[in-house]
Each structure stands twice: as structure tokens, then as C-alpha cells.
């Protein structure tokens, strides 16, 4: 298609913690034992869009991705990894790497992004309608929030996700006006008389004074021109320059609008990432890349489990792990090479790599990183526990975020 790829994959998010770190980064951290990266990547391959730059926050990140993706990806697809200083947002990312950027059309697409939508497919009704921008818009994910798999205290306390604001003409193709939603105050009313008056006619309540259709975003009318565009960055970061637009030039600027039977979630929060590992071993399997055995779940030849223990449907357990006897596992995602000991039970979790969690102890909605240790008949509900963490014998645990005490990440990599 002689399109550029430019994938954004982040480096360590705050909002991630502790599940990010210096040796994980984002985009390495495991979705049904796969990095999240991949599941990017195999969508552009299968679109035949194999020249690739992705681009990382910090060179630390950046050696680490490039390892894992030249290994992964050899012979396969040309992906070039480039560090970029970090929090210099979506627009200082492609900034920085524009002299790399040589091709008319450009696609940029999210490290973090986890769907069956196919960038070709987007990429060809840019092309077809000769837009200068064209975005992808999509339904909430199948499973949608739950309290099957809870991301803890950290995300509790926050305010619920607006979400933005997407006003597109009346055949739905085009589109005339976007606002982030955490720009909107609080106060600001989108009235339906108004979504009448510029054709929108499917509309219905959702969030707090704002009208939502089916798209899952909220819809406003046109203000007549395009010169919000040039303030939103993840669409249009240096498309629209002012003094085009002080002109009177316009801009076709369309819309993809995946169906609702499409999968499109974006691992941006530690309860998304609960989520998209529950929907990718549950209703989005299709997404996995493995193939499911008859009970609906997937249990590596080279695991060992003990007498009367139970893996569950919508379950993966990895190569070489070990369980013990009457343990039980459900809905849950176990990761390479855990020892874990008898009278064990995991809910709604995810259990990264090299674990041992000992006899007794119970997990229910939480995710346990790399090397994690849980000492005998320790308890766990809705926590995140940071990689090499010890969880002592016996103890209970709600709601919390369990990390080893030392700087963060990219202090430590300022200070070096």
C-alpha cells in the first residue's frame, strides 16, 4: 500500500504501576502470556504492512523492545525501534522521528491497541476518500467493565473515563468535530435538538450531560470548519498548520467505523489491562492466537498439575509451571515457569512469570509480576503486586498496590 507505519509503544506509564518496570515496559507487558505488542504487529502483517517504525520512550525501553522484536519478528517484518525522549506526548513523538517519515500517507496506530480490525481496511477508505486524516472509531469492548477482574484501589478512586467528543456528518463518513473528553468541563450539555439539526437521528443518554450514539462516542454538530483538528493531537499532530487554515482551505477528514462485532480495546489503565486479559482467554479469543482444547482453556503439555486440581474454563496456563494438589483456577491467566503449591486458589487474575506462591494462599482480581513470591496462606483481593515483591505468610491484602521501595524507573535512569 506504500504506507509508513508508525507504531506509538510507550515506555513506562504511571498509570501502569507497578506492572511496568525497567524490565518490562509497557509494551512487553504480557496479554494472555504474549506481549502487547504483538498483537499490533500481527495486524500489520496480516494487512501486509511490514515496514514498521516503532517508536519507544527512552533508550533503556527501546533496547529491550528492539531484543524481543528482532527475535520475534525475524524474517517476518522490518521494524525499526526508535527512542524518543519521555512524556513528550503523541505530537513531540512524531516530531522527533519526522525526518524518518518520508511517505505521502502515514498510519499511526497505538502500541497499547488490542482489536481485529485490520489497519488495511482503514488505510484503504483513507485512500478511497483522499483524506488528509482519516480515524479509526469503535464500539466499547465485548465484555465491557466488570467486576470479574478489578483493578484495585488505583483506579477505584478515580473519576469514570469521559469519553470524547465525535461529531460526524449525517452518512457518518466524515468527520467535522472532536474534542478530547477530558477537555470538556464539567458543566458543558450537548442538547439531542442540536444532534437533530445536523441529521444525527439514532442518539441516546449516556455520561453526565452528554449525548452518546452507537459509536460509544458522544456526538455534537459541526461547528462548520475543521480547526479543532489541529489541536487534537493523537489525529491530526502537525496535519493542520494555522496558516493554512486562516486561509479558508479545507480538509477531508473521514471516519472508520468498526461494526459491533469487533473486538477494539487499548491497554491504558491497569483495569483495561484486567480486562483485555480476561476478554482474550474469554468472549475475544479469537484474538489469542492459540487454539482452545474442549474444556475452553489452555494448559501447555509441559505444565505439571497435582491430584484433584481444577483449571477452569477461560483459563491459560503456561509451559512449565507447576500446581499442587486441589488447587483451583478460574477465569485466569498463569504465565511461564510458576511453582505454585496445594490448596491454591486464583480468581479473575493474572500470574506473570517465575511466581511461587506457596501453600494456602488465595488470589482473587489481582495481577502478581515476574518473580513475585506469596509466602504460605497469604490472602489477595483486587491488588497489584510489582515485580520481586515478597507477600508475607499469612497476611491479607484489599485494594492495594504492593511494590518493592525503591525510585522509580526514570529517576534512576536521569540519575545514571
Not at 480547526?227 to 496558516?243: E, G, N, V, Y
Not at 483449571?311 to 498463569?334: F, H, N, T, W
Not at 511453582?339 to 506457596?358: A, D, L, Q, T, Y
Not at 513470591?373 to 490472602?379: D, G, I, K, T, Y
Amino acid at each position: 500500500m506504500d504506507f509508513q507505519v508508525v507504531v506509538l509503544a510507550g515506555g513506562t506509564s504511571e498509570k501502569l504501576s507497578p506492572l511496568v518496570s525497567k524490565d518490562v515496559p509497557k509494551a512487553l507487558l504480557p496479554v494472555a502470556n504474549r506481549p502487547v505488542l504483538s498483537y499490533v504487529l500481527d495486524l500489520l502483517e496480516a494487512s501486509d504492512l511490514k515496514d514498521i517504525i516503532v517508536v519507544v520512550e527512552g533508550q533503556e525501553a527501546a533496547r529491550l523492545v528492539g531484543a524481543w522484536a528482532s527475535s520475534a519478528y525475524l524474517d517476518r517484518l522490518l521494524v525499526e525501534v526508535v527512542a524518543v525522549p519521555e512524556d513528550i506526548g503523541t505530537a513531540g513523538a512524531l516530531r522527533a522521528i519526522s525526518k524518518r517519515l518520508t511517505a505521502n500517507d502515514v498510519l499511526v496506530i497505538s502500541g497499547d491497541l488490542v482489536t481485529d480490525v485490520l489497519p488495511g481496511a482503514v488505510a484503504a477508505t483513507h485512500r478511497r476518500n483522499g483524506a488528509a486524516v482519516t480515524a479509526l472509531l469503535c464500539s466499547v469492548p465485548i465484555s465491557g467493565p466488570s467486576d470479574a477482574a478489578s483493578s484495585g484501589g488505583k483506579d477505584k478512586a478515580k473519576k469514570p473515563t469521559r469519553l470524547n467528543i465525535v461529531g460526524l456528518d449525517i452518512t457518518r463518513q466524515f468527520l467535522l468535530h472532536i474534542v478530547s473528553g477530558t477537555d470538556v468541563e464539567k458543566d458543558v450539555r450537548v442538547y439531542k435538538r442540536k444532534i437533530r439539526a445536523v441529521g444525527e437521528k439514532s442518539s441516546s443518554s449516556g455520561g453526565e450531560g452528554t449525548t452518546v450514539d452507537e459509536t460509544g462516542d458522544a456526538t455534537v454538530p459541526s461547528n462548520s470548519h475543521l480547526q479543532c483538528l489541529s489541536q487534537h493531537r493523537i489525529l491530526a499532530p502537525s496535519a493542520f498548520k494555522k496558516d493554512l487554515l486562516s486561509s479558508g482551505g479545507t480538509y477531508r477528514c473521514c471516519v472508520y467505523i468498526a461494526t459491533k462485532s469487533k473486538y477494539c480495546h487499548r491497554l491504558n489503565s491497569i483495569q483495561a489491562y484486567c480486562d483485555i486479559n480476561r476478554d482474550v482467554v474469554g468472549d475475544a479469543s479469537h484474538l489469542s492466537g492459540y487454539s482452545f482444547s474442549a474444556q475452553n482453556n489452555i494448559i501447555h503439555p509441559t505444565s505439571v498439575l497435582g491430584s484433584k486440581t481444577t483449571i477452569g474454563p477461560q483459563c491459560m496456563l503456561a509451559e512449565g509451571s507447576q500446581l499442587g494438589d486441589k488447587c483451583s483456577v478460574k477465569r485466569s491467566v498463569i504465565g511461564r515457569h510458576c511453582r505454585i503449591g496445594s490448596n491454591v486458589k486464583i480468581v479473575n487474575s493474572v500470574v506473570m512469570n517465575h511466581v511461587v506462591i506457596e501453600d494456602g494462599c488465595h488470589i482473587q482480581g489481582s495481577v502478581i509480576c515476574n518473580n513475585v513470591q506469596l509466602q504460605e496462606r497469604a490472602v489477595l483481593k483486587d491488588c497489584q503486586v510489582g515485580a520481586g515483591y515478597i507477600v508475607t505468610a499469612s497476611s491479607e491484602h484489599k485494594a492495594e498496590s504492593l511494590s518493592k521501595k525503591i525510585q522509580p524507573y526514570k529517576e534512576l535512569r536521569r540519575e545514571g
